[in-house]
């Protein structure tokens, strides 16, 4: 057995009571679902545990300290109770961005750059001649300036047509995406909780995405037994059910959205840890199936998987799961549709949809 070494803990964290009290609160928030009073229970054991108060500032002093900042008030639904409001919920999606993706640059406009290059909406430091229809605000001053004088000399300064320079620039491009997160059972069990870093890579892409992407689109799908969809407010909330996993409802619904979008790039991101196993019949019923794959239920997936395709809609498939047979599942959806997987811990999940995020969102348009 491995052995360790402890030594005395001592306190470096120069943040104030309430700070380190928030950290940990709202990543309690996060793991119950956005039940404050669950939370508050939970923050409450730990500082009887681990002593995260004293007598100058107790968590009931923090309790009342969050109501007037803003990140609580009282819960119309019931008497007593507290509810996050949404200055919480836009905390909690902020905090999920840092941990995910980390600190990020500042951006642009919030656009996506494409390979194409021309008469487009951003300036780049590449030249080319003046053209009859150019804009005239992408003219390089100095550089015509001084090619003018190249051509004509000083003394005989003229600045024509032949002499203007123009910044290159570059087209930007919108990219429509469907956040799919399945809440099935599966997703809380055998004591391992996958739902809440998909919910945290959720809130961390709908951030990005409003922050450095504004003019892109993001909707977000969950599934179990049957799709339907949330919005960004709704994240922190999110719970799994007893559900089964309808791929077959998530990916209708998601081609659903993505046909009626303007968009030229659209895509697909699937978060799921398992194999698809249940079907909504035309009566209204259900067709389940948890034993293994089953052909009646594969077979609507994968043909699902090859109309994203012609559709041009590529699908990057998270899969939370090392089952070989599951894996062969992807694996086969995957080369349906010709989009991407990956096979990630839960740790990794996050930096792996940034990454993909990023090279969906620079295509040549046409």
Not at 73 to 90: F, I, P, V, Y
Not at 156 to 182: A, P, Q
Not at 279 to 289: A, F, I, R, T, V
Not at 301 to 308: E, G, H, P, S
Request: aromatic share 10%.
């Amino acid at each position: 057995m491995r052995g360790y070494r402890f030594s005395k803990f001592t306190d470096d964290d120069k943040r104030s009571p309430f700070e380190k009290l928030l950290d940990i609160f709202l990543e309690l928030l996060t793991h119950t679902s956005g039940d404050v009073d669950e939370a508050i229970d939970w923050i409450k054991e730990l500082d009887e545990e681990y002593s995260l108060t004293d007598e100058s500032y107790t968590i009931d002093d923090f309790i009342e300290e969050l109501k007037r900042r803003g990140f609580l008030n009282e819960d119309k639904s019931k008497q007593g109770g507290l509810a996050m409001t949404a200055k919480s919920e836009q905390v909690i999606r902020q905090r999920s961005l840092e941990q995910i993706f980390g600190k990020l640059k500042k951006g642009g406009l919030g656009n996506h750059s494409t390979n194409k290059v021309g008469r487009g909406d951003e300036k780049t430091s590449d030249l080319r001649s003046f053209q009859f229809g150019d804009r005239v605000d992408q003219i390089a001053f100095t550089e015509s300036i001084q090619k003018a004088q190249r051509n004509h000399g000083v003394d005989d300064f003229r600045l024509e047509e032949g002499d203007l320079e123009l910044y290159e620039s570059e087209h930007k491009s919108t990219t429509s995406t469907v956040l799919m997160i399945d809440i099935s059972h599966s997703m809380i069990l055998y004591g391992e909780d996958r739902i809440t870093p998909a919910k945290k890579v959720a809130m961390a892409l709908a951030e990005l995405i409003s922050k450095k992407y504004a003019k892109d689109k993001l909707d977000i799908v969950v599934f179990g037994n049957d799709a339907w969809k949330i919005s960004v407010k709704d994240l922190p909330y999110l719970k799994v059910g007893p559900y089964h996993t309808n791929t077959v409802a998530g990916l209708e619904l998601a081609m659903d959205i993505l046909r009626r979008s303007k968009s030229n790039n659209k895509q697909i991101f699937m978060i799921t840890d398992g194999k698809p196993s249940c079907l909504k019949m035309p009566d209204g019923s259900y067709y389940k199936n948890s034993m293994g794959l089953d052909p009646k239920i594969l077979v609507r997936t994968l043909n699902l998987a090859a109309v994203a395709r012609k559709a041009k809609v590529p699908i990057t498939t998270f899969m939370i799961a090392r089952d070989p047979y599951l894996q062969k599942f992807v694996e086969d959806f995957t080369e349906e549709n010709r989009g991407r997987a990956f096979y990630t811990s839960l740790k990794g999940l996050g930096n792996y949809i940034f990454e993909d995020y990023e090279t969906n969102r620079r295509k040549r348009t046409r």
